[in-house]
Protein backbone atom coordinates (compact mmCIF):
# COMPACT_ATOMS: atom_id res chain seq x y z
CA UNK A 1 0.00 0.00 0.00
CA UNK A 2 1.38 3.08 -1.01
CA UNK A 3 0.22 6.08 1.25
CA UNK A 4 0.10 10.00 0.69
CA UNK A 5 0.37 12.20 4.39
CA UNK A 6 0.06 15.99 3.07
CA UNK A 7 1.13 18.38 5.51
CA UNK A 8 1.15 22.52 6.35
CA UNK A 9 -2.04 23.93 5.49
CA UNK A 10 -3.52 26.66 7.61
CA UNK A 11 -5.11 30.41 7.76
CA UNK A 12 -2.19 33.21 7.06
CA UNK A 13 -2.83 36.73 6.21
CA UNK A 14 -2.37 38.10 2.63
CA UNK A 15 1.35 37.98 2.01
CA UNK A 16 2.40 35.55 3.93
CA UNK A 17 3.96 32.08 3.26
CA UNK A 18 3.17 28.76 3.88
CA UNK A 19 4.88 25.50 3.12
CA UNK A 20 3.31 22.45 2.32
CA UNK A 21 4.54 18.79 2.44
CA UNK A 22 4.00 15.49 0.86
CA UNK A 23 5.36 12.42 2.37
CA UNK A 24 5.34 9.37 -0.03
CA UNK A 25 5.86 6.03 2.00
CA UNK A 26 4.86 2.33 0.91
CA UNK A 27 5.98 -0.34 -2.18
CA UNK A 28 7.47 2.31 -4.64
CA UNK A 29 10.36 1.47 -6.89
CA UNK A 30 10.42 4.93 -7.79
CA UNK A 31 8.81 8.38 -7.93
CA UNK A 32 8.20 9.70 -11.12
CA UNK A 33 6.60 13.43 -11.01
CA UNK A 34 5.03 15.04 -8.13
CA UNK A 35 2.46 17.80 -8.42
CA UNK A 36 0.45 20.01 -6.21
CA UNK A 37 -3.32 20.66 -7.13
CA UNK A 38 -5.72 22.81 -5.53
CA UNK A 39 -9.43 23.33 -5.71
CA UNK A 40 -11.85 25.93 -4.24
CA UNK A 41 -15.40 25.69 -3.82
CA UNK A 42 -17.33 25.21 -6.66
CA UNK A 43 -14.28 25.28 -9.24
CA UNK A 44 -12.37 22.64 -10.79
CA UNK A 45 -8.97 21.01 -9.33
CA UNK A 46 -6.22 22.74 -11.36
CA UNK A 47 -2.44 22.24 -11.66
CA UNK A 48 -0.39 24.71 -8.98
CA UNK A 49 2.98 23.35 -9.76
CA UNK A 50 4.71 19.88 -10.70
CA UNK A 51 8.44 18.57 -10.23
CA UNK A 52 9.65 15.51 -11.97
CA UNK A 53 12.17 13.19 -10.74
CA UNK A 54 14.96 14.56 -13.07
CA UNK A 55 14.11 18.04 -11.35
CA UNK A 56 12.31 19.77 -14.48
CA UNK A 57 9.36 22.22 -12.47
CA UNK A 58 6.21 23.52 -13.90
CA UNK A 59 3.58 26.29 -12.61
CA UNK A 60 0.23 27.42 -13.08
CA UNK A 61 0.71 31.21 -14.47
CA UNK A 62 -0.76 32.60 -11.60
CA UNK A 63 1.30 31.15 -8.85
CA UNK A 64 5.07 31.88 -10.91
CA UNK A 65 7.24 33.94 -9.15
CA UNK A 66 5.49 33.34 -5.94
CA UNK A 67 5.43 29.46 -5.25
CA UNK A 68 8.04 27.13 -5.68
CA UNK A 69 8.31 23.59 -5.94
CA UNK A 70 10.99 21.23 -4.72
CA UNK A 71 11.54 17.41 -3.66
CA UNK A 72 13.42 15.39 -1.32
CA UNK A 73 13.85 12.06 -3.21
CA UNK A 74 15.84 10.46 -0.05
CA UNK A 75 12.60 10.95 1.67
CA UNK A 76 10.32 10.77 -0.93
CA UNK A 77 8.48 14.02 -0.13
CA UNK A 78 7.73 17.18 -2.15
CA UNK A 79 7.22 20.60 -0.93
CA UNK A 80 5.29 23.25 -1.96
CA UNK A 81 6.59 26.81 -0.83
CA UNK A 82 4.21 29.15 -0.96
CA UNK A 83 4.93 33.19 -0.64
CA UNK A 84 3.19 36.14 -0.97
CA UNK A 85 -0.10 34.44 -0.55
CA UNK A 86 -3.47 36.22 -2.01
CA UNK A 87 -6.84 35.61 -1.01
CA UNK A 88 -7.12 34.11 -4.59
CA UNK A 89 -4.93 31.20 -3.35
CA UNK A 90 -7.37 29.91 -0.96
CA UNK A 91 -8.35 26.61 -1.90
CA UNK A 92 -7.50 22.73 -0.50
CA UNK A 93 -4.32 21.86 -1.99
CA UNK A 94 -3.65 18.42 -3.25
CA UNK A 95 -1.10 16.32 -3.55
CA UNK A 96 -0.45 14.03 -6.78
CA UNK A 97 2.60 11.50 -7.18
CA UNK A 98 2.66 9.02 -10.19
CA UNK A 99 5.34 6.24 -9.64
CA UNK A 100 6.59 3.19 -10.80
CA UNK A 101 6.06 -0.50 -8.93
CA UNK A 102 8.89 -3.28 -8.43
CA UNK A 103 6.38 -4.97 -11.22
CA UNK A 104 6.83 -1.81 -13.93
CA UNK A 105 3.85 -0.48 -13.59
CA UNK A 106 2.80 3.27 -13.05
CA UNK A 107 0.32 4.31 -10.71
CA UNK A 108 -0.85 7.59 -9.55
CA UNK A 109 -2.36 8.27 -6.40
CA UNK A 110 -4.31 11.62 -4.48
CA UNK A 111 -3.58 12.95 -1.32
CA UNK A 112 -6.49 13.82 1.28
CA UNK A 113 -6.09 17.42 0.70
CA UNK A 114 -4.84 20.22 3.29
CA UNK A 115 -6.89 23.42 3.74
CA UNK A 116 -4.96 26.52 3.18
CA UNK A 117 -6.84 29.75 3.50
CA UNK A 118 -6.01 33.36 2.86
CA UNK A 119 -7.53 36.41 4.68
CA UNK A 120 -7.28 39.65 3.54
Known amino acids: QVQLVESGGGLVQTGGSLRLSCAVS????????MAWYRQAPGKQRDLVASITNGGSTNFADSVKGRFAISRDNAKNTAYLQMNSLEPEDTADYYCKVDWRSSNGYTYSKWGQGTQVTVSS
Open 26 to 33: GSIYSINT
